[in-house]
């Protein structure tokens, strides 16, 4: 998802026709349109109805038909900055006898004064009617930043009730406070976590640092995916000069460089890949240092791009999608697969979903959705 920060000004939200390549035998129609930001989707799996979460703090049922009020959270969240509000939920894995659902948002609190503002992770219950009742809400852990901005907030479920969950580096702008190479704290991570009995904990032991983090080095990780071979996928958000897919083995920690490295260059602290405040590295590539890892894919700000948005691992869903990592763009509404060859991955664009792309979601029937800045979900099948 797009960023606010010193330079940037963010886009007014529009759309336009959805215009897929013809070689993918896809089509685009309109799902819904919705009154505000839709952004993630999960199914319930009890009612195998189709939950939609939104940036102000609601979630809404679809059944195919209506939509109906899941949750009214809007009083707890802030959306002081575009990139706060309700960030993720997910289903605990005992959810047919507890009813808790698990939640990643950011707290209410004054938009006037200090620039900080916290990431919480919470669970919410289930009432008798089917909504999810505000008086339940218990906080599981809060994350302080410093800024606004770059809060991630995504929650990918593993199984065994275990959790992923994506952090930002705190935001503003060059990561002033250096925390992507910083281990001791959770910023710019993918945290590792362990739901039981109403508490959390670290899974990961023996190791330096704060116990959680699994990945480091990440700048604002907007949405991630396992794939078929246990491989994370992850769509990091850059600043001024490249978006990054990055890929590494979901258990073995590494370290994606930010902010020492943005795509497969140095980066500088006046913002860019180049010290004269461009980003055309004068050298090209630049030695990977020990311990990091690039991405395996990443794509300029040029031809209208400014901000990548995963993203699934395609092993659903269209035929001619599947066995990719899909991801587009906020801005450009493009949509790209990155598939393996002979060792070697590369995109395939598959065009323009018609809006600004903050979303990926999947249908109960195999579906793909595509949420628009604009409160439109286009469905591609």
Request: hydrophobic share 30%; aromatic share 12%; charged share 20%.
């Amino acid at each position: 998802m797009s960023e606010s920060e010193e330079g940037f000004e963010w886009p007014e939200p529009v759309s336009w026709d959805c215009n897929l390549d013809a070689t993918y035998s896809l089509d685009c129609g309109l799902f819904l349109e919705a009154f505000d930001i839709p952004h993630q989707s999960v199914i319930n799996p009890v009612s195998n109805e189709l939950w939609i979460v939104y940036l102000s703090g609601y979630i809404k049922s679809w059944d195919g038909n209506d939509l109906q009020l899941v949750a009214d959270l809007s009083e707890f969240v802030n959306r002081c900055h575009m990139e706060q509000g309700l960030l993720g939920v997910a289903f605990e894995d005992d959810f047919e006898v507890t009813g808790t659902v698990l939640m990643s948002y950011v707290p209410e609190g004054p938009c006037e004064g200090p620039n900080q503002s916290n990431l919480t992770l919470a669970t919410i219950s289930i009432d008798s009617e089917g909504l999810l009742d505000p008086s339940s809400i218990s906080l599981l852990k809060e994350i302080e930043q410093p800024y606004r901005n770059h809060n991630g907030g995504y929650l990918l479920p593993l199984g065994d009730n275990q959790y992923l969950w994506g952090v930002g580096d705190g935001g503003g702008s060059d990561d002033p406070h250096q925390n992507g190479q910083n281990n001791s704290n959770p910023l710019g991570s993918i945290l590792l976590f362990a739901y039981e009995q109403g508490d959390i904990t670290p899974i990961l032991i023996n190791q330096t640092g704060d116990q959680y983090v699994l990945h480091s080095g990440l700048r604002n990780p907007w949405r991630f995916d396992i794939d078929s071979y246990d491989r994370l996928w992850i769509a990091d958000v850059g600043q001024n000069c490249y978006e990054e897919i990055n890929m590494a083995p979901l258990l073995e920690s590494s370290n994606f460089g930010w902010s020492e490295r943005e795509g497969e260059h140095r980066f500088y602290s006046n913002g860019f890949t180049n010290e004269d405040g461009t980003c055309n590295p004068d050298e090209g590539e630049t030695p990977l240092p020990d311990g990091m890892t690039d991405p395996v894919g990443f794509y300029p700000h040029e031809n209208g791009n400014c901000s990548i948005t995963g993203g699934f691992w395609m092993d659903w869903g269209p035929e001619t999608l599947r066995d990719g990592y899909l991801y587009g763009d906020f801005c450009s509404g493009s949509i790209w697969v990155m598939r393996e060859e002979s060792g070697t991955w590369s995109e395939e664009y598959i065009g323009s979903s018609g809006g600004m792309i903050v979303g990926f979601g999947e249908t109960p029937d195999g579906g793909l959705l595509v949420f628009h800045w604009t409160g439109e979900v286009v469905i591609i099948g």
